[in-house]
């Protein structure tokens, strides 16, 4: 099983990011796929979680109207579109992939790193 992110890098506040993480070796259409962020410093936070379709969506409040999900389901992969960025955006980004039901399986990417910055 694996999780790779890539998209993240250096960007001057106001502007855009789009981040990408690709599923490998699970049925990723059967998963709940979210990202998260931590910080230097500061626990892992929650981003953004889409539903199995990409018909239901979630945003933590401090993205929400600047940050859009998305997922390609042919693709096994996840987006995160980040737009308006701010210095406290600044963070490692990680993909979470989780099973539906009790089982608890949930999967973990490495991580990306987005640096806002002037």
């Known amino acids: 099983v694996q999780l790779v992110e890539s998209g993240g890098g250096l960007v001057r506040p106001g502007g855009s990011l789009s981040l990408s993480c690709a599923g490998s070796?699970?049925?990723?259409?059967?998963?709940?796929m979210s990202w998260f962020r931590q910080a230097p410093g500061k626990e892992r936070e929650f981003v953004a979680a889409?539903?199995?379709?990409?018909?239901?969506?979630d945003y933590a409040d401090s993205v929400t109207g600047r940050f859009t999900i998305s997922r390609d389901n042919a693709k096994n992969t996840v987006y995160l579109f980040a737009n308006s960025l701010k210095p406290e955006d600044t963070a490692v980004y990680y993909c979470?992939?989780?099973?539906?039901?009790?089982?608890?399986?949930?999967?973990w990417g490495q991580g990306t790193q987005v640096t806002v910055s002037s």
């Open positions: 979470n992939a989780k099973l539906a039901g009790p089982s608890g399986v949930q999967y």
């Open positions: 889409i539903g199995w379709g990409g018909g239901r969506v």
């Open positions: 070796g699970f049925t990723f259409s059967n998963y709940y």
